[in-house]
């Protein structure tokens, strides 16, 4: 399912379904979004909201900071599946540039440069974790116009 359809899907009524007349609009019931979301691919999502909020972010004076980050979603293990772990690129102000969940038979390590991909890296300055201080995520950072500089 597209990000397209999935507006599509849950825009409200074209008319008012209030019973009094009053002109407002029930929104959509939590369990057809849940259904929606469930149905749409996850990484096409976060690609288009991440470039959305690329568009829309503040020119900021200085040098650009991004911070990379895994997380592992509280209560999403059950008996049949294992947790669902997501890894992000967000901006020291707080505003989430790029996110994809990791495979589950897999960790951070190998999604560090497909999460960056799509983001403009000239100039910038990379914070993580000490996870991922690899020598195939330093080539990868030089080659995308990061200044590598030893502490």
């Keep these: ?20 007349g009053s002109g407002l609009v029930r929104p959509p019931h939590a369990t057809t979004i849940r259904l929606v979301l469930a149905a749409v691919d996850g990484n096409a999502l976060d690609r288009a909201i991440g470039a959305f909020l690329q568009q829309r972010k503040a020119p900021v004076s200085g040098r650009k900071v991004i911070a990379v980050d895994g997380k592992t979603l509280r209560g999403s293990r059950t008996t049949g599946r294992t947790a669902t772990a997501l890894i992000a690129a967000m901006t020291h102000s707080g505003q989430v540039i790029a996110q994809r969940q990791i495979d589950g038979k897999s960790n951070e390590i190998p999604a560090f440069a497909p999460l ?3 983001i ?32």
């Design 116 to 118: 960056l991909d799509g």
């Design 120 to 151: 403009d890296l000239t100039g910038a300055v990379i914070t993580a974790d000490a996870l991922y201080t690899q020598h195939d995520h330093a080539a990868y950072l030089h080659g995308s116009g990061v200044t590598i500089r030893p502490s």
């Design 1 to 20: 399912m597209t990000v397209t359809k999935t507006a599509t899907v849950t825009a409200p009524p074209p008319k008012p379904r209030s019973p009094r």
